[in-house]
């Protein structure tokens, strides 16, 4: 997508052919600044450190983790240590289990003196292939929208979106936002509700910036607030990202999801999830052992903005000594799920819906 006309991809492989940069996520809206990434400790540190976010480039970043490692460390122990490491920055999203599996499949049959070499060239491609399904996880839910502008006889059709499943969330277009860009490209009149999604902010600083520089007409939201408009019919459909799929349809995805779906629910709304094949994890029957991330509690008790001067400061919103806690997701049930939007087409939420498509 562009940033100020100029094309990007939120991962690529640096210029010198033995690196990967990224942009530092952590520091927009506020500012674009690229981070080469060139050791396996840094591609570990960008993930755990949420420099990279989102399931997809979680999974993209940790591919090039490994590829990374194989010039320190080629060895099958070395490839070993690689994966052992990078699967330990971030819990819940199980593209980064899928994405090392896939570098581990390549990888391993080979001499080590090759490995390093086949090491890039797959992790570019699962970056090429994670553009393409995205790409098509939007045109297949496209049609979504559409069909709300027709109903809605072109009116504005309102879509709420929660946390960031846009292309800074995978390698480009995004899952929940693929559909609305391509609404947006097409000359649908389309509006996002942008949930503000504590504690991080991933709505107000990411959804938000990436939807303005493609000029998606959108509006920021407090957590709190999409019950509100649901019930006052300014909701046509939800649609949010998933960071780990069980075979029986439930979704994890970030904290706040759940009370999204149940207020859709309640009031008649649609709500889809959007997905490529790498979040579907077949090994959990269902939501119930979905691993759920914690994280520090000052990200709750903090926060981070802009002062009027422009520079960027933490600050307190908390009394001293306060317990916080800090669930980074919580899990959907199916049933609350109206479809899933894949590369494949659209499903039910169910065992037998993800295996019609995915047999
Ligand atoms: O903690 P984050 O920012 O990595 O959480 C991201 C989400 O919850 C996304 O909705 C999910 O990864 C789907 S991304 C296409």
Redesign the pocket.
């Known amino acids: 997508m562009n940033i100020d006309g100029k094309p990007y991809r939120t991962i690529w492989p640096g210029a010198d052919g033995v690196s990967a940069e990224i942009i530092d996520q952590t520091k927009l809206p506020f500012a674009l600044e690229i981070v080469s990434l060139r050791t396996l400790q840094d591609a570990a540190h960008a993930i755990a450190s949420?420099q990279v976010?989102?399931?997809?480039l979680?999974g993209a970043t940790a591919a090039y983790g490994v590829a990374l490692a194989m010039r320190e460390d080629a060895s099958g122990a070395g490839l070993a240590r690689a994966c052992d490491v990078l699967a330990a920055t971030r819990p819940t999203?199980v593209n980064l289990r899928w994405a090392l599996d896939e570098m581990r499949k390549v990888l391993e049959p080979l001499a080590p003196e090759a490995r390093t070499a086949a090491a890039f060239a797959r992790a570019a491609e699962i970056c090429d292939e994670d553009v393409e399904t995205c790409r098509k996880i939007g045109e297949h839910g496209v049609g979504l929208i559409e069909a709300h502008a027709e109903r809605k006889r072109g009116e504005t059709v309102n879509v709420l979106t929660h946390?960031?499943?846009g292309w800074l969330?995978?390698v480009d277009w995004?899952?929940?936002l693929a559909p609305v860009y391509m609404a947006f490209d097409k000359g649908i009149s389309v509006h996002v509700w942008v949930d503000e999604t504590r504690p991080?902010n991933?709505g107000a600083s990411l959804t938000a910036f990436e939807l303005g520089a493609h000029g998606v007409p959108h509006t920021i939201v407090a957590d709190n607030t999409g019950g509100h408009l649901m019930q006052a019919g300014l909701v046509d459909l939800c649609i949010?990202?998933?960071?780990r799929t069980t075979a029986n349809g439930d979704v994890a995805?970030?904290i706040g999801t759940y009370l999204k779906a149940l207020a859709a629910k309640d009031n008649g709304v649609q709500f889809f999830v959007a997905l490529p094949h790498s979040t579907i994890d077949w090994t959990l029957d269902d939501g119930r052992n979905i691993p759920i991330e914690q994280r520090d509690a000052s990200e709750v008790t903090h926060m981070t903005g802009q002062l009027p001067d422009g520079s960027v400061a933490t600050v307190a919103i908390a009394p001293p000594g306060s317990a916080a806690a800090n669930y980074?997701?919580d899990v959907t049930p199916a049933r609350l799920v109206t479809g899933f939007i894949t590369e494949r087409g659209i499903t039910v939420a169910s065992r037998e819906g993800l295996s019609l498509l995915y047999s």
């Not at 949010?240 to 960071?243: M, P, R, S």
């Open positions: 949420m976010r989102g399931a997809p979680i999203a946390c960031n499943a969330a995978t995004g899952t929940a991080r991933q949010v990202g998933t960071d995805n970030k980074a997701f």
